[in-house]
């Protein structure tokens, strides 16, 4: 009963998160916790949560940049460029997550979260970072409706960013596309899909430096990660099939709404609980 169980939180997880481009641990780590407290699952704690969910959101991310790469959406050397920031940033907040118990992690993750689907709320009334396009990244990418977007950003405040983005990531287990794809579409300007698809093409290697350092605190499940990489590798790829379905509005909608979900449902779990 706890393999399908994990197997069907996997499946839903990497769909939902790579549609979004947040790696499908947005919903795999509040899954766990609220497993953690039947009495099946009673023996996860907040560190071997965060851990199993970054070991099976390799998987997430490799089955997701391989299906993206194909529809061209990946913005590789921008992605290239966030992970200066964003992989030692992963390694040092894994670290961080060890000072953490069940109710504070609830309450910080429901607060990170719920302050994240606020800002995308207020999106269009911000203005993009300033940068020179001489000396900046400047890109330009046309949707599947035709419309075309400019976009671009100064490398060394990207990289700052991304650091500050991967050390979260690595403290919630959620590989860094919970902040970093808002992050993208709000600082930067990124398409939503194209947002969606580099964060994929991140999720890969921060999830593997975050959860290397994971494995030698001892962090991961592997019964359970076991379980849930199936439902992950097969649900990336429904995930692609619906991004590149949807249009750039539709996208925004859903990552605000489960942002919005998950963080009132983690909160409560952490005061009540």
Not at 99 to 112: T, W
Request: net charge positive.
């Amino acid at each position: 009963m706890e393999w399908i169980v994990l197997v069907l939180v996997g499946l839903v997880a990497s769909s939902l998160g790579s549609l979004i481009g947040m790696g499908g641990g947005i919903i795999v780590v509040p899954a766990l916790l609220y497993l953690a407290t039947l009495s099946t699952f009673s023996h996860l704690t907040p560190q071997v949560v965060v851990g199993t969910s970054l070991f099976t959101m390799i998987f997430t991310g490799l089955s997701s940049t391989l299906a993206y790469m194909k529809h061209k959406t990946v913005d590789y050397k921008s992605g290239f460029i966030f992970l200066i920031g964003s992989g030692p940033g992963s390694i040092l907040g894994a670290w961080a997550t060890e000072k953490l118990d069940l109710h504070s992690f609830n309450i910080y993750f429901g607060l990170f979260i719920l302050f994240v689907s606020l800002v995308l709320v207020v999106k269009d009334k911000l203005k993009p970072i300033p940068y020179r396009k001489d000396k900046g990244v400047v890109r330009s990418f046309t949707d599947n409706g035709g419309k075309t977007f400019e976009y671009g950003f100064s490398p060394i405040i990207a990289i700052l960013i991304s650091f500050v983005v991967g050390f979260l990531s690595g403290i919630f287990g959620i590989g860094g596309g919970s902040l970093m794809v808002p992050t993208m579409i709000l600082l930067f300007f990124f398409p939503p899909h194209v947002a969606t698809a580099t964060s994929m093409f991140m999720i890969l290697p921060t999830s593997i430096l975050s959860s290397i350092t994971h494995v030698a605190l001892g962090n991961v499940n592997w019964l359970y990660a076991l379980a849930l990489i199936p439902g992950a590798w097969i649900g990336a790829k429904v995930g692609v099939f619906l991004n590149t379905k949807l249009k750039s509005k539709t996208i925004v909608l859903i990552i605000r709404t489960i942002l919005v979900i998950v963080a009132i449902r983690l909160i409560y779990q952490g005061i009540v609980g």
